[in-house]
């Protein structure tokens, strides 16, 4: 059980019934596992101020009522298909300087996320389909 587990637990709370998110200091696997598997109906996350330089592949793929994240301030790697089929995703979203890598399908399915800005020059990794469709990138280095 990691640490969200007891927070949660302690809050007397079901995580199927979290909507709204925000998470400080330290996030380890098996609070991905947690958001992952068990927090469903997630509207907004904000993980900004958190220890995370990883997000595993899949974390929030399926959130189908996702509408905005803040990512960690030292992000590196995105995994693969971390945001597939969040179709509620919209806008624009800024990935930090830090990001070196965005797997394979990161955004595939997030048809209404307008555009992904990197805000370093720092990615050296880029997978495939990064958003499931043929045309011109939405992402953009700034």
Known sequence: ???????????????KDIN??????KLDNA???????YMP???????????????PDFTFSQKKYLLNIQL??????????VFSNCGRLTGTLELPASVTAIEFGAFMGCDNLRRVVALG???TTVGDNLFGTEGPSRLIYK
């Open 121 to 123: 020059n720092k990615i």
């Open 31 to 37: 609070d991905f596992k947690l958001i992952r598997d």
């Open 1 to 15: 059980m990691g640490k969200l587990e007891d927070e949660v637990m302690k809050a007397g709370l079901q995580p």
């Open 41 to 55: 109906n997630l509207v907004s996350v904000n993980i900004s101020r958190t220890n995370a330089t990883a997000i």
């Open 72 to 81: 960690p301030h030292n992000l590196k790697i995105i995994g693969q298909r």
């Open 20 to 25: 709204f998110l925000t998470i400080e200091g």
